[in-house]
């Protein structure tokens, strides 16, 4: 069973599109993460979200939004997709006051038109 | 302001050989960790070594971790073929909260 799975895996739209990229993982964990990866392979974290906590990077625009339907899930939308939202985006998982690692889903690589 | 700058950005060496990255960042941390990327997959967390360790060990790997210089060495042993990936450092300086602050990692291709 894959521990921390997205969907979909890649991901075609247009500009000015409003689209949404899902999450879950299977490891009880109780800390979500969403990282975005540029074309120069730079990782950036975008949200962390825990118990209801959420902690934004200030960098991000508020055309995203993350949302927990539940524990095990933090799902990624975006409004009105720019041609620089082209990019893979990662989420994440870890138990907080674990050993710190976190366990990274396959990746959803978005391409904006 | 970036953490975890990673050096070489690129390194090519033969079958067998050893492989040293390095690592630098910029504030105090909790921990710092090393993740590999195999092309067009997601990340896979190889080590974790903690603000208070000096040295770890996991099978071929072993990190380094110098708190007074900001900077840390992931040494890969007896290279092999499938250790052809980018090597990232990830600082956690929250613990856990703030999510890993990444660089932009050493992308290494082992010949055979």
């Known amino acids: 069973d894959t521990a921390v799975s997205q969907t979909p895996k890649y991901l075609v739209t247009q500009m000015g599109n409003d689209k949404s990229i899902k999450c879950e993982q299977n490891?009880?964990?109780?800390?979500m993460y969403w990282y975005k990866q540029d074309s120069k392979k730079f990782l950036k974290i975008m949200f962390s979200y825990n118990n209801k906590e959420l902690i934004i990077n200030e960098t991000v625009p508020n055309r995203f939004s993350p949302k927990s339907p539940d524990k095990a899930h933090l799902n990624l939308h975006i409004n009105s997709l720019e041609l620089g939202d082209s990019a893979v985006y990662f989420c994440?998982?870890?138990?907080?006051?674990?050993?710190?690692?976190?366990?990274f889903g396959p990746g959803t690589r978005l391409t904006v038109l | 302001s970036q953490q975890g700058e990673e050096d070489p950005q690129a390194l090519s060496i033969q079958e067998g050989e050893n492989a040293t990255m390095n690592c630098s960042y910029k504030t105090s941390i909790n921990n710092l960790q090393w993740y590999r990327q195999n092309s067009g997959r997601g990340l896979v967390h190889l080590i974790l070594?903690?603000?208070?360790?000096r040295e770890k060990h996991s099978g071929r790997l072993r990190v380094t971790l110098d708190t007074s210089k900001k900077s840390s060495s992931l040494l890969i042993t007896a290279s092999r073929a499938a250790d052809t990936a980018s090597y990232f450092c990830a600082t956690d300086t929250g613990g856990g909260a703030d999510g890993l602050t990444f660089g932009k990692g050493t992308h290494l291709i082992i010949q055979p």
């Open positions: 994440a998982s870890t138990q907080s006051g674990g050993k710190g690692e976190q366990f």
């Open positions: 490891l009880g964990h109780d800390t």
């Open positions: 070594i903690r603000s208070n360790e």
